[in-house]
């Protein structure tokens, strides 16, 4: 028998009010996420790769106007669009990232890119837009990102001069996916369109390697999601890993250290998916809420938003 | 008596070839550093923090043609000059940085500045040359960033195809400084003007948090110069306070653990400067040199560049 497999994914935290919550709105959300855990899932049970595992549920949130990355990405103070992420591969600890994108279909495909055809790990804004149409990869204009409510949710922090994580409900807008495949090999991928409002140029924590992303196969694959400057200088993908690699501690405990104890000190609002080679999954959130899904090739299935 | 209180600075590491060390180049480079270790030292000595001193060694070596960040920044692939610079204050954990700025005179400061005036961690591109214009701060023209060995340098390099480091020497040019001051509080700063003939956009381990710039009051702070690539993949600064913190290692044993030992391991070319809360001081670097120096209130002093 093959190895254990398994995946999971987010499609953002944080306080999701159960009062705004409507049943057709819950069916879409779930909807949206089991979409993308079929993709990735589909991947591994066919034998391929975590990274194309991650890259296909991610690709597939990219995909649907519900989730804050690719189609769905908020507008940002100049009423445009800059999308960042990234993805590891945690057999070789290969990444690519983008940040700052405005016009790919898919992000996290350019990430992908970034990683097999150059040289680097991080390309960003202009230089990041110019190697996505060099590529020839697929590229939408202002129309294919237009989403009235998205709209509607600048206009208002504009009015108000606030920037903000997402939603209204101050959903923290970022998708993202861990993956073990049948190799053994782990593999993490995030993407997002940012935060409403956000200064031109801003760049958070989902694009940056150890931050928001992380893969080893000697520890664990992690993607967060959450108030990005906050996990950026808490270095919570890798800091996870290293309670692992160097303090011996479980994937649930060291993701429970994180996310539950040292990022609530600082303020840090979010969760994360995280899995290890062992195929345990954690699924940590200290916000009200998570959009999350996983799945293992020994039947267990779990989609879920609240607690 | 006031505690102890030291700093210690990088400007570059990589080959270093003995055979076109001239005399006068070895002295202006150490005046370099001697005047960089100066401006910093000055700031502790009269009782400043180690967030302005690390700022003002910076900015010092920025100033300075000889060295690969400001003034000396080296040509990318089209070019110009993308300058990428971060700080960090290890009691207060909170930081900045900016990459891709093109005009400002002095990255780190820009770095300071959106640290101190925005929400944010990290600002790139056209935002954050947008945020150092608002922000006042000094800007500069393509003359003040030129220097005719950069520019054959950059010319030698377009025609062989190849993004390199540094110089024809193949030195990894980042500048940075590290320090701790009377209150016992640590800071980190580094900037850099990349790998010449660098694809446009391409963001190095210099500005992320964690990987090459990193400060925490209770392991150490941190500045790095390498194959930037290669020390984002390996979270380089962060996984040196990781081993002190969770595998209890001294600095100088997290630091050569890392430096000697796990990056050798990846090709990750390079090296940095470290400092605790005691005033330990470690410098290492896999490359055949490093310009470095150091300063501690006990009287010690150090400049050097080869073993």
């Not at 939408?140 to 509607?152: H, L, T």
Request: charged residues 20%; contains cysteine; aromatic residues 6%.
């Amino acid at each position: 028998m093959s190895q254990l497999f398994a995946i999971a994914l987010h499609g953002g935290a944080g306080t999701i009010a159960p009062e705004t919550m409507t049943e057709e709105k819950y069916a879409a959300y779930t909807q949206g996420l089991k979409a993308a855990l079929d993709a990735g899932y589909a991947v591994l049970e066919r034998g391929g790769a975590s990274l194309d595992a991650v890259q296909a549920a991610v690709m597939s949130l990219e995909d649907c106007p519900l989730f804050n990355a690719g189609k769905g990405a908020v507008f940002n103070s100049t009423g445009g669009h800059e999308m960042d992420a990234a993805l590891m591969e945690g057999s070789t600890k290969r990444a690519g990232a983008v940040a700052g994108v405005t016009a790919a279909r898919n992000p996290v495909q350019a990430a992908r890119t970034v990683m097999e055809h150059t040289e680097h790990v991080l390309l960003s804004g202009p230089g990041a837009d110019q190697f996505v149409r060099e590529q020839g990869l697929p590229i939408e204009g202002p129309d294919y990102f237009f989403n009235q409510f998205r709209y509607d949710q600048w206009k208002e922090a504009q009015a108000e001069g606030r920037v903000q994580l997402d939603h209204s409900e101050k959903k923290m807008g970022t998708v993202g996916a861990v993956a073990l495949d049948q190799s053994g090999n782990l593999a993490a991928a995030t993407s997002t369109g940012g935060m409403t409002n956000k200064q031109y140029g801003r760049v958070g924590d989902s694009p940056l390697i150890g931050a928001g992303t992380w893969a080893d196969n000697h520890t664990c694959a992690i993607s967060c999601t959450g108030h990005g400057e906050l996990f950026i200088r808490s270095v919570v993908a890798y800091d996870i890993a290293c309670l692992m690699e160097y303090k011996g501690l479980s994937l649930a405990d060291a993701c429970h250290k994180v996310v539950m104890d040292k990022l609530v000190k600082t303020g840090g609002e979010g969760g994360l998916v995280a899995i290890d080679q062992a195929g345990n999954i954690a699924m940590p959130f200290n916000s009200s809420g998570m959009y999350r899904a996983a799945r293992k090739s020994d039947g267990t299935e779990n989609i879920a938003i609240y607690r």
